[in-house]
């Protein structure tokens, strides 16, 4: 029996490929070892969405190399970056035996016994093509845990994001196979669903003529064995009443989006391809907070755009400061070629992105810090998702699987991993939260 190890890099949406391909070889009797020493196929499932993205998949791929020195006979480049770059990996990255791109994982089985066979093995298709449903599926999340990706691309065509380039435009997949899904995971344990895409919020448009992800987290709910629903990747624009209205009267949608808004500055986000004006912006999270009491929102944003200016960061910064986000994350701005925006004029040194990546994230590491306190005193549902250090950890609503801090805490009643339970607040650090169950 073969045995097989994987390396997943990047996204959530990447996760689900990457647990697609492993009940896929599983399927078909491979043995999965985590320990890439014992494997004879070694599989890197790569992100190509930005550089650090494409230099930390290489230097994996170089990492991963080494043990064709032992065991490893064949050496797997799958995902973003090798259906981005086949040619490019081919050429400098000799070390890979077998490319996969994002549209045929669901071949991997076929590309590995080829490349076993001593064939080089390239297998792209059209970004375009449509991802087979219901696939077997080996999760990697804690077992009370699981993504669920109900469309594949995107359609935005944000002037930074290579994604339209890398996995095609957006396609839904229909609800019937998501619920299909959902029900699987809830018969296997999961509590906790998260609903990925590149934009949640356009679920629908293009297979039934408008948005459905109102209608479809309702179906979720309905669900026996699910408890909490949690919904990333909400474009604002999109945020309308109908799913402002769901989140809000649903007890089992967790009070928490994830809105990327990018800027705060008008001209900045025009030349970003953005849909919303700082403006809107504002308004929407004002409506958020005023009809979903106690919603927790989180943020991406982008410093260092090409021609942004001292006064369009500081923009930023003070929307930051108006909004509050309760969680935030900031990237530098990174050129992608075959982008719109890698042809602007005004691209910026790296070090004054980084600089201002850095000043924003102090900004936002402020903010935690005083949002954090408020809670000092309160008494939070959270689930359980391990024990280390004499601690159990885990996350109330506010917090979304490895994306956000966790929340601490002691116990003499010795919860189970998937306990919800009820935690005060006792103490409250930069980023993580520290109390004590209570019954």
């Not at 059209?126 to 449903?133: A, L, Q, S, T, V």
């Not at 999760?139 to 845990?145: A, D, G, L």
């Not at 196979?177 to 895409?197: C, H, Q, R, S």
């Not at 990174?334 to 980084?354: H, N, R, Y």
Request: net charge negative; proline share 4%.
């Amino acid at each position: 029996m073969t045995k097989i190890g994987f390396v997943s890099l990047g996204c959530n949406k990447n996760l689900c490929d990457t647990e697609n391909m492993l009940g896929l070889l599983a399927e078909k009797g491979y043995e999965l070892v985590n320990d890439p020493a014992e494997a004879e196929v070694i599989v890197v499932n790569t992100c190509g969405f930005i550089d650090s993205a494409k230099e930390e998949s290489i230097n994996t791929i170089l990492e991963m190399a080494e043990y064709k020195k032992e065991k490893c006979r064949l050496l797997v480049a799958a995902g973003c970056m090798a259906q981005r770059y086949p040619e490019d990996i081919r050429r400098e990255l000799p070390e890979v035996d077998v490319i996969v791109g994002t549209t045929v994982f669901d071949r991997i089985a076929d590309a590995i016994e080829a490349g076993l066979a001593g064939e080089r093995t390239t297998l792209i298709d059209g970004m375009d093509k449509e991802i087979p449903d219901c696939m077997p599926r080996i999760r990697t999340t804690p077992p009370h845990v699981a993504y669920i990706k109900i469309a594949e691309g995107c359609s935005n065509h944000c002037t930074y994001c290579a994604i339209p380039n890398i996995r095609g435009r957006y396609r839904s997949r229909p609800m019937e196979n998501i619920i299909t899904e959902a029900e699987a995971l809830a018969a296997d344990g999961v509590k906790e669903l998260i609903v990925v895409a590149q934009d949640t919020t356009r679920y629908g448009e293009d297979l039934y003529g408008k948005r459905k992800i109102a209608p479809l987290l309702r179906e979720l709910c309905k669900i026996r064995g699910i408890e909490w629903v949690r919904v990333h990747y909400s474009y604002p624009e999109a945020v309308d009443g109908e799913l402002i209205e769901t989140i809000k009267d649903e007890k089992k949608i967790v009070k928490y989006l994830d809105i990327p808004v990018q800027h705060g500055d008008d001209e900045v986000l025009r030349r970003m391809g953005r849909r919303t004006d700082r403006a809107q912006i504002i308004g929407l999270i004002s409506r958020l907070r005023e009809e979903i009491p106690g919603v927790v929102i989180r943020t991406s944003l982008i410093a260092g755009f090409p021609g942004e200016t001292e006064e369009q960061f500081q923009n930023l910064l003070s929307l930051m400061e108006e909004v509050r986000f309760d969680r935030t994350g900031v990237f530098a701005y990174s050129a992608e070629e075959g982008t719109p925006a890698a042809k602007l004029p005004g691209q910026l040194d790296d070090e004054v992105k980084e600089e201002r990546r850095a000043a924003a994230m102090e900004l936002a590491q402020r903010l935690s810090l005083e949002r954090n306190r408020r809670l000092e005193g309160a008494t939070l549902e959270v689930i359980v998702d391990g024990f280390e250090d004499g601690l159990f950890y885990g996350r109330s609503g506010g917090e979304s699987l490895e994306a956000d801090p966790l929340i601490y805490f002691g116990s003499r009643l010795e919860p189970q991993m998937g306990d919800i339970v009820k935690v005060k607040i006792l103490d409250a650090q930069e980023y993580d939260l520290y109390g004590e169950q209570v019954e």
